[in-house]
């Protein structure tokens, strides 16, 4: 059984930085791509990036474009999101995801095969 932990949540004032993990145990085969999503509260789970690691393509959406980067490392089961510029509106608990096989929505929750519980990132104005 996958298990997903993030870390690196917290407090930040707009404008500011945060870099979020997400580490991976118990995997007995490679990922084939990894995800962060995001849920404020009152609102459904929203797409934020992803990585397919045979090609390193990583995808955004709109709204972070610019200012979030997804990197990491399938060898070391990592995945990273790199957030600048942070915007109140950014806040949501963060949710990282393993997709391991078979058809692949990027933006697609129900396409992830693993969740991790997921990391409060609060921005203040």
């Known amino acids: 059984q996958v298990q997903l932990v993030e870390s690196g949540g917290g407090l930040v004032q707009a404008g500011g930085s945060l870099r979020l993990s997400c580490a991976a145990s118990?995997?007995?085969?490679?990922?084939?791509?990894m995800g962060w999503f995001r849920q404020a509260p009152g609102k459904e789970r929203e797409f934020v990036a992803a990585?397919?690691?045979?090609?390193?393509?990583?995808y955004y959406a709109d709204s972070v474009k610019g200012r979030f980067t997804i990197s990491g490392d399938n060898a070391k089961n990592t995945v990273y999101l790199q957030m600048n510029s942070l915007k109140p509106e950014d806040t949501a608990v963060y949710y990282c995801?393993?997709?391991?096989?078979?058809?692949?929505?990027?933006?697609?929750?129900?396409?992830?095969?693993?969740w991790g519980q997921g990391t409060q990132v609060t921005v203040s104005s």
């Open positions: 990585i397919r690691w045979s090609s390193d393509i990583t």
């Open positions: 118990g995997r007995t085969f490679r990922s084939y791509a």
């Open positions: 995801a393993d997709h391991t096989g078979g058809t692949w929505y990027p933006q697609l929750s129900g396409t992830y095969d693993y």
